[in-house]
């Protein structure tokens, strides 16, 4: 190692985010995998119908930042399940209007309150200042909107 070299991998923003992002989903992850056989593209399909109700595909992509083939594989399982109806749109038979089933609502509610305990025990060991502090620097960072609740 070059002495004069003061970068340090581990402090590499990232770095930091990414193995943050890696190890903090790990366990909500077993959860979703484990309860609902569910993989990561799913329950996030799951969750932006459940918050924002009657979304197309072309939305989910747009709000969730995920490619449209993925949204698809997604939706195709999940209506295999009988959680996500899918609707033709009359005006663009190309698109599809997608809304969750009441077992879907079901699947959401429950993944839903999980994720509260879980986002609890994450930023447990830090005060409300730091928690509200880093959502709002990682928003920015990832350019979302400053309020993401839609209640």
Do not use: C
């Not at 698809?72 to 399982?77: D, G, P, Q």
């Amino acid at each position: 190692m070059d002495e004069n070299d003061d970068f340090v991998v581990q402090d590499f923003l990232p770095y930091l985010l990414n193995r943050a992002a890696e190890d903090s989903s790990l366990a909500f992850q077993t959860l979703y995998k484990g309860r609902y056989g569910m993989l990561r593209t799913e329950w996030r399909v799951l969750f932006h119908l459940g918050m924002y109700h009657r979304m197309t595909a072309r939305d989910i992509s747009t709000r969730a930042k995920i490619h449209k083939t993925k949204i698809s594989r997604a939706v195709a399982k999940l209506s295999a399940r009988r959680w996500v109806i899918r609707n033709r749109d009359e005006a663009d038979r190309r698109s599809e209007h997608l809304e969750l089933t009441p077992a879907g609502r079901s699947v959401y509610e429950d993944l839903r309150e999980q994720a509260k305990i879980y986002d609890r025990r994450l930023t447990q060991e830090f005060s409300a200042g730091d928690v509200a502090l880093l959502r709002r620097m990682l928003r920015q960072l990832a350019n979302m909107e400053a309020s993401v609740d839609p209640d």
